[in-house]
T-cell receptor, first 114, second 109 residues
């Protein structure tokens, strides 16, 4: 059983460009959350998707957007990239209806903006 | 959402027991306490969760006093591979996990 998979693992983009990161949740999970983690900081919550809708959002500008597909996989899009967007982007999946709070994280995508 | 406070860093030597305490003064009646572990350049990993008294698994023990306003993660006989960041969270079902800075544990030989 595959856990949470993210692609790509590393990415280099130029300021002003747009980027799309992808996440496949753990089998059986229906909820996907995205996090941004800068060096030396804890993961910062970006947003959460459930039933193909954004259900909860952290304090991130609308340059950050996402999507969840019918198969529960998800994308994170970031427009007009800034140098400060360089970070490890983490995807976490969970099963909302179970009421459980345990989330499983992927290995992350390391985004570097130059 | 219960706010958590934990030490920024701790140092230990191999073979010692490490206890990391987290305070969560405004924990709600139905809230559980959860700990995650994160190695560099990896996603956080769930290690233990508890509601009251004591929970033990193959990785750690979690001690929660009767008032539940704090909890202590206990790592027995740490090794170099236990060097990581440890996060204490009080999550709510159906909502995203909110992380603080965590406790950076450094284990030396």
């Amino acid at each position: 059983d595959a856990g949470v998979t993210q692609s790509p693992t590393h990415l280099i983009k130029t300021r002003g460009q747009q980027v799309t990161l992808r996440c496949s949740p753990k089998s059986g999970h229906d909820t996907v959350s995205w996090y941004q983690q800068a060096l030396g900081q804890g993961p910062q919550f970006i947003f959460q998707y459930y039933e193909e809708e954004e259900r909860q959002r952290g304090n991130f500008p609308d340059r950050f957007s996402g999507h969840q597909f019918p198969n529960y996989s998800s994308e994170l899009n970031v427009n007009a990239l800034l140098l400060g967007d360089s970070a490890l982007y983490l995807c976490a999946s969970s099963l909302r209806l179970s009421g459980a709070t345990e989330a499983f994280f992927g290995q992350g995508t390391r985004l570097t903006v130059v | 959402l219960a706010k958590t406070t934990q030490p920024i860093s701790m140092d230990s030597y191999e073979g010692q027991e490490v206890n990391i305490t987290c305070s969560h003064n405004n924990i709600a009646t139905n809230d559980y306490i959860t700990w995650y572990q994160q190695f560099p350049s990896q996603g956080p990993r769930f290690i233990i969760q508890g509601y009251k008294t004591k929970v033990t698994n193959e990785v750690a023990s979690l001690f929660i006093p009767a008032d539940r306003k704090s909890s202590t993660l206990s790592l027995p006989r740490v090794s170099l591979s236990d060097t990581a960041v440890y996060y204490c969270l009080v999550p709510q079902a159906g909502t995203a996990l909110i992380f603080g800075k965590g406790t950076t544990l450094s284990v030396s030989s």
